[in-house]
């Protein structure tokens, strides 16, 4: 069965330093989406991306943010100067061509846990 | 505003038990309404999905929308342990012209099921 990947499964990082965090989509999918879940809080949107581009994007996700399809299989996100704010789980989530009546799952994958020290 | 209210528990039910989980929300462009399950450490898995105002059942799980209350449930009859997890309600506007359908999610009920 087709997943997600997300690769570091934990990544300690230090105070302002960049961080790069990867997702493998899967293969026919074609919306990619990053979302976020501080502990104890909600899984947030962050951002949305189709066709080289973002969708849309919440207000978390700030200049500090910025993500990149590589190439045909990969999706990252990159944090520049990460906050201890930024201390979270990160999901990457990927869905089919949405039609006008029909529903499209999306797929997360396991998450990265980002620890800023 | 999106948002999405729900009762994060704990919930606590013995094996064999109907459990009872709600979501409340307040913007009613939401369309589709979906109950996602997170183990620990895990990423969220599909449940059921449900668009617009009805019922959905799907074995042990019935998926209940009432738009004109923005209010939402899920059912599970029978409960097993294995049903324990943490339960998250998420929501989506297909139409806002965004293209994007993000999704808005409650916090989660934390469910543990006892032998």
């Known amino acids: 069965e087709p997943e997600v990947t997300q690769t570091p499964s934990h990544q300690v990082t230090q105070m302002g330093q960049e961080v790069i965090l990867r997702c493998v989509p899967i293969s026919n999918h074609l919306y990619f989406y990053w979302y976020r879940q501080i502990l104890g809080q909600k899984v947030e949107f962050l951002v949305s991306?189709?066709?080289?581009?973002?969708?849309?994007k919440s207000e978390i996700f700030d200049d500090q943010f910025s993500v990149e399809r590589p190439d045909g299989s990969n999706f990252t996100l990159k944090i520049r100067s990460t906050k201890l704010e930024d201390s979270a789980m990160y999901f990457c989530a990927s869905s089919d061509l949405w039609g006008d009546s029909s529903y499209n799952e999306q797929f997360f994958g396991p998450g990265t846990r980002l620890t800023v020290l | 505003q999106k948002e999405v209210e729900q009762d994060p528990g704990p919930l606590s039910v013995p094996e064999g038990a109907i459990v009872s989980l709600n979501c409340t929300y307040s913007n009613s462009a939401f369309q589709y309404f979906m109950w996602y399950r997170q183990y620990s450490r895990k990423g969220p898995e599909l449940l059921m999905y449900?668009?617009?105002?009805g019922n959905k059942e799907d074995g042990r799980f019935t998926a209940q929308v009432d738009k004109s209350s923005k209010y939402i449930s899920l059912f599970i009859r029978d409960s097993q342990p294995s049903d324990s997890a943490t339960y998250l309600c998420?929501?989506?506007?297909?139409?806002?012209?965004?293209?994007?359908?993000?999704?808005?999610f409650g916090k989660g009920t934390k469910l543990s099921v006892i032998p």
């Open positions: 991306f189709y066709n080289n581009e973002i969708s849309e």
């Open positions: 998420a929501m989506s506007d297909p139409y806002s012209g965004a293209g994007s359908y993000q999704l808005t």
């Open positions: 449900t668009y617009s105002s």
